[in-house]
């Protein structure tokens, strides 16, 4: 699609951003209102060039703020457990991505193997795509985007067993 803007609406993804630049929105719907009652484009296109123009910039530096937010104050200690973890997962290979959301950290290859929380000051909980694993007093089953889950309250914990778990979950991905 973006191959086609030029095309299909006459200008740019970059010259599309100056437009939108000159006419500050707050929220997604807004920005795409605008495109598509002043400049005529179709809800597709309007929609990509919004989330675009809402990502440009703030992708790089919102991945470390990102994982400042959610270790900060009381979770601030849990950092170490988060930092190593994340460091046991580009271990595996250059496919790893690491990337950080509003409320966790996902572990991805082709698709997400794992995903990083600290729901609470106590503990870092990391959820596991392992499809057949037996469930164990350690590596509980979960629902959601993860069939199990670990909770992690010292950096200890993050030992080769936890470890084997996610390398396996990476395989999987």
């Keep these: ?3 086609n803007l ?3 609406t006459g200008r740019s993804l970059e010259e599309w ?3 939108l630049d000159s006419r500050p929105y707050e929220k997604h719907g807004e920005g795409l ?3 598509k ?3 005529g484009l179709s809800h597709g296109f309007a929609n990509l060039i919004v989330a675009r123009h809402r990502a440009r910039g703030s992708a790089a530096a919102s991945a470390s703020e ?3 937010a959610q270790y900060a104050g009381s979770k601030a200690p849990l950092r170490p457990i988060y930092e190593r973890l994340a460091a046991a997962a580009r271990e595996f ?3 790893v991505e690491i990337a950080p959301k509003k409320t966790g950290v996902s572990l991805r290859r082709h698709k997400q193997f794992a995903v990083i929380e600290a729901p609470s000051s106590t503990r ?6 392992l499809r057949d694993a037996e469930p164990t007093e350690r590596l509980r089953l979960a629902g959601g985007m993860c069939t199990h889950r670990v909770d992690v309250r010292s950096l200890d914990e993050v030992d080769d067993e936890l470890v084997s778990w996610m390398r396996e979950a990476y395989g999987l991905a």
């Design 6 to 8: 030029p095309v299909k």
């Design 93 to 95: 290979g250059e496919d």
């Design 66 to 68: 990102l994982v400042d």
């Design 17 to 19: 951003f100056v437009v």
């Design 33 to 35: 209102t605008f495109l």
């Design 124 to 129: 870092v909980q990391l959820g596991i795509n």
């Design 1 to 3: 699609m973006i191959a």
């Design 37 to 39: 009652t002043e400049h």
